[in-house]
C-alpha cells in the first residue's frame, strides 16, 4: 500500500457545536473525566499508588553510541510546523515506511473534529488532506496501521454519541471505507485502548459508554474473518478503565497501563495479558494519570505527561521496559512541552526522536508540534 498523500490541502468547514450538543457532551464527559470544572476532588484512591515508597532507577543513556559516533543528547525542541488546529483526544499513526504519520480527529472543546493530516516526517510538514467521505467526527478513538488495509480507526465519542464502528483508510486512493464488524462486536466506547498483536488482530481493553458503564472486557478483530472475537479471560483483571493506555510487548502480551474509573481521577497500574490471564506488575511506576501519550521503542514503551490524581496536567516522559518490574524516568534537556492530557506520541525512527502533537490543559487545547531528540530505538 502507498503512503503518498493526495487531495491537498482544503480544510473542511468548521464543525458547528449547538448549545444542545455542547451540554449533551458536558454531561456524558462527566463520567469519565477528571471534575475540574467543578472543582471537587475525586473520591478516595481505590488502588494503592503505583510508586509509593519505592525509589525509581536512575536514568539511563537513551541514544546508543553502540556505531562508535555520539550518543545525540536527548532534548525536547519546538517545530515551526503550521497544522492542524488546536486539539486532543485525536489519533496519529505512522505508515509502515515512516515516511508519514496521518492524525485523524480528536476535539477542542465541545466541537468533535473529523478532519484528515499527513506529516511528512523528513520535512516536518503537515497537508491536509480531503477524501470524499470517511468517520463522523469523533475523539477518543482508537487508532492503527494495518498491513494491507491502511489507517484503521475505531470507536469513539462525539457530542453524546458514542460509536463501535472500524473504518480504513487507503493512502493510495484517499478514500474511506467501513468494514464489517460481525461476531463479538464490542459495545460503543470512548476512551478505550488498542494495540496490533503479532497475530495481526486488532486489540481493544476497557473504555465507557454513553450510561457511564465501563467495561473491563478484551476483543479482537481479524480483518481477513472481518470479524470480533470476545477474548476476555477469567480471573483477575485490571479494574473498569478508560482513558488508559496499552500495547502489545516484543514478548507478545498486552500490556495496560493508567487510566481512570469509578471515584478515582488517576490510575496508574500496569498490567500484562498472556495465557494465564491478566498480572499485574509489582514494580515502582510513575505517577498515577489519565489521557496518557505514549508510543512504542524496540522493548520498550515512552510515555508523556497525562492528569494526575491531583487533577494537575504533567510533562514528565518515562520508559516502560516490556522485561522491567520498574519504570525509569527521563530528563531530557531544552524548555519541555507545557503539562498536558489527551496529546498524541509517533516514533521517527529514521531521524531518532519521537514527535508530540497537541493535548490540552487548563486553558485549552494545543497545535503545537515537539521534537523529543535523541532517541535510539534498541536501547
Do not use: K
Not at 499508588?49 to 550518543?71: F, I, K, N, W
Not at 465519542?157 to 464488524?181: E, M, V
Not at 509489582?282 to 520498550?300: K, S
Amino acid at each position: 500500500m502507498g503512503v503518498s498523500p493526495t487531495g491537498l490541502s482544503h480544510r473542511p468547514g468548521e464543525l458547528a457545536a449547538t448549545a444542545s450538543a455542547t451540554l449533551a457532551l458536558v454531561a456524558v464527559l462527566a463520567a469519565c473525566v477528571s471534575p475540574a470544572s467543578s472543582g471537587s476532588e475525586p473520591a478516595s484512591q481505590e488502588l494503592p499508588s503505583a510508586s509509593a515508597g519505592r525509589s525509581l532507577p536512575a536514568t539511563p543513556s537513551v541514544s546508543s553510541a553502540a556505531s562508535g559516533a555520539p550518543a545525540a543528547p536527548l532534548a525536547w525542541s519546538r517545530l515551526e510546523a503550521a497544522g492542524p488546529a488546536e486539539r486532543e483526544d485525536h489519533s496519529w499513526t505512522v505508515d509502515p515506511d515512516g515516511t508519514f504519520a496521518y492524525l485523524f480527529g480528536g476535539r477542542d472543546g465541545g466541537t468533535a473534529l473529523a478532519d484528515l493530516w499527513a506529516y511528512d516526517l523528513a520535512s516536518d510538514a503537515w497537508t491536509e488532506l480531503a477524501p470524499p467521505s470517511g468517520p463522523s467526527s469523533r475523539f477518543g478513538h482508537e487508532a492503527a496501521w494495518i498491513d494491507g488495509v491502511g489507517l484503521v480507526i475505531f470507536a469513539g465519542q462525539s457530542g453524546a454519541t458514542f460509536f463501535n464502528d472500524l473504518w480504513a483508510y487507503d493512502a493510495d486512493a484517499n478514500t474511506w471505507a467501513q468494514l464489517p464488524s460481525d461476531g463479538a462486536q464490542p459495545v460503543a466506547r470512548y476512551g478505550s485502548c488498542s494495540a496490533v498483536g503479532q497475530d495481526g488482530r486488532l486489540w481493544i481493553s476497557h473504555g465507557f459508554t454513553s450510561d457511564g458503564t465501563r467495561f473491563a472486557d478484551t476483543r479482537a478483530y481479524d480483518f481477513t474473518a472481518g470479524s470480533w472475537t470476545d477474548e476476555t479471560p477469567s480471573g483477575e483483571h485490571p479494574v473498569e478503565r478508560c482513558l488508559h493506555a496499552c500495547w502489545w510487548t516484543d514478548r507478545g502480551e498486552l500490556t495496560l497501563y493508567a487510566g481512570q474509573t469509578t471515584g478515582v481521577a488517576a490510575l496508574g497500574d500496569r498490567w500484562a495479558l498472556g495465557e494465564d490471564g491478566w498480572t499485574r506488575f509489582a514494580g515502582a511506576l510513575p505517577p498515577e494519570r489519565n489521557l496518557p501519550a505514549h508510543a512504542r521503542l524496540d522493548g520498550t514503551t515512552i510515555v508523556f505527561g497525562g492528569r494526575g490524581l491531583d487533577l494537575a496536567f504533567r510533562s514528565d516522559v518515562w520508559l516502560l521496559g516490556d522485561g522491567a518490574e520498574d519504570a525509569v524516568m527521563l530528563t531530557p534537556a531544552g524548555a519541555a512541552p507545557e503539562p498536558r492530557a489527551g496529546a498524541a506520541l509517533v516514533v521517527d525512527s529514521a531521524r531518532d526522536r519521537v514527535l508530540l502533537f497537541g493535548g490540552r490543559a487548563e486553558d485549552g487545547a494545543f497545535a503545537d508540534t515537539w521534537a523529543l531528540g535523541g532517541i535510539e530505538e534498541g536501547t
